[in-house]
C-alpha cells in the first residue's frame, strides 16, 4: 500500500511538471497558428501533432478540460479542407491557452 | 517462446511524463525488466539487446510512428513474433480495428490508469498464451 502511495504522490508531481510545461509550449503552438494564417499549411502537421500530445497526456493527469479543448484542435487541424481552417485553429489556440491558464490557477501557478 | 509470465517489457512514447508514470507504475511489478525507449527508432535499435516478451508502442510519434515502428518489426525476422500492444488515446473502435489489422494483439487505452496497468499487461500476457495453447 506504501508503495501505492508513494505512486500516486509522483504522479501528482509529473503532474503539476505537465501542466507547467505544457503552458511553455504555448508560445510555440501560436507561432504554429500564425504560420498557418500566413499560408504555411504544413504548420497545421505540427498543429495536430502538438495539440494530440496535449490531448493523451491532460486526461492521464486529471486535466480533463485542457485534454478536450486540445482534442478539438487537434481534430481542427486535420481538417486541413475547412475553408476557415486557419481561423478556427486561432481560436481553438486561445480556448486551450483559456484553459491551461485555468488549469494553473486551480494549481497555485501563476 | 512461450512463458508463464510477462519478465521483459519495452514502452516506447515521446512523451516524458507518460514514460516515467509507466516505469513507475511497471516497477511495482514483481520481476518485471521494463526498458524505456522515446522513439520508434530508438526502439528498433534496442530491440536485438533486449528482445522484450512484449512492446507497447505508442502510436502517434513524431518521426517513427507506432504503426511504422510495428510493420519494420514484423519485416524484421528476429522481431517479427513480439507481441505488440498499442497504447493511445485513439482508442475510438474503428481506430482500434484498424490497429488490430496492423498486428496489434491489445490496445491499451489512454487515459490508463497507472495502478492498473501491470495487471492490464499480465491480462493480455495470458490471453496470448491461452490462445498459443
Given at each position: 500500500m506504501e508503495e501505492r502511495d508513494e505512486l500516486q504522490r509522483k504522479?501528482?508531481?509529473?503532474?503539476?511538471?505537465?501542466?507547467r510545461r505544457t503552458a511553455g509550449e504555448l508560445a510555440g503552438l501560436r507561432e504554429l497558428v500564425a504560420k498557418v494564417r500566413a499560408g504555411n499549411a504544413a504548420a497545421a502537421k505540427e498543429v495536430e501533432q502538438l495539440a494530440h500530445k496535449i490531448y493523451g497526456s491532460g486526461s492521464m493527469?486529471?486535466?480533463?478540460?485542457?485534454?478536450?479543448?486540445?482534442?478539438?484542435l487537434e481534430l481542427a487541424a486535420k481538417d486541413t479542407s475547412h475553408p476557415q481552417m486557419a481561423e478556427r485553429l486561432q481560436t481553438l489556440a486561445d480556448a486551450l491557452d483559456a484553459r491551461v491558464q485555468v488549469a494553473l490557477?486551480?494549481?497555485?501557478?501563476q | 517462446?512461450?512463458?508463464?509470465?510477462?519478465?521483459?517489457?519495452?514502452?516506447?512514447?515521446?512523451?516524458?511524463?507518460?514514460?516515467?508514470?509507466?516505469?513507475?507504475?511497471?516497477?511495482?511489478?514483481?520481476?518485471?525488466?521494463?526498458?524505456?525507449?522515446?522513439?520508434?527508432?530508438?526502439a528498433?535499435?534496442?530491440?536485438?539487446?533486449?528482445?522484450?516478451?512484449?512492446?507497447?508502442?505508442?502510436?502517434?510519434?513524431?518521426?517513427?510512428?507506432?504503426?511504422?515502428?510495428?510493420q519494420r518489426m514484423r519485416a524484421d525476422p528476429r522481431f517479427a513474433n513480439i507481441p505488440v500492444v498499442f497504447v493511445t488515446a485513439k482508442a475510438m473502435p474503428a481506430e482500434v480495428a484498424?490497429?488490430?489489422?496492423?498486428?496489434?494483439?491489445?490496445?491499451i487505452a489512454k487515459p490508463f490508469d497507472p495502478m492498473q496497468l501491470g495487471q492490464q499487461i499480465a491480462?493480455?500476457?495470458e490471453g496470448l498464451e491461452h490462445g498459443r495453447a
Open positions: 504522479i501528482a508531481d509529473i503532474a503539476g511538471r505537465y501542466i493527469f486529471g486535466f480533463e478540460a485542457v485534454s478536450e479543448q486540445a482534442r478539438e490557477r486551480a494549481r497555485g501557478v | 517462446m512461450s512463458r508463464d509470465r510477462v519478465r521483459t517489457v519495452m514502452y516506447v512514447d515521446d512523451e516524458p511524463d507518460i514514460r516515467e508514470i509507466v516505469q513507475l507504475a511497471l516497477g511495482l511489478v514483481d520481476d518485471l525488466k521494463v526498458e524505456i525507449c522515446d522513439s520508434g527508432e530508438r528498433l535499435q534496442r530491440l536485438p539487446d533486449i528482445t522484450p516478451d512484449l512492446v507497447l508502442l505508442d502510436v502517434m510519434m513524431p518521426g517513427t510512428d507506432g504503426p511504422t515502428t510495428l484498424r490497429f488490430r489489422e496492423l498486428g496489434a494483439v491489445a490496445v491480462t493480455i500476457w
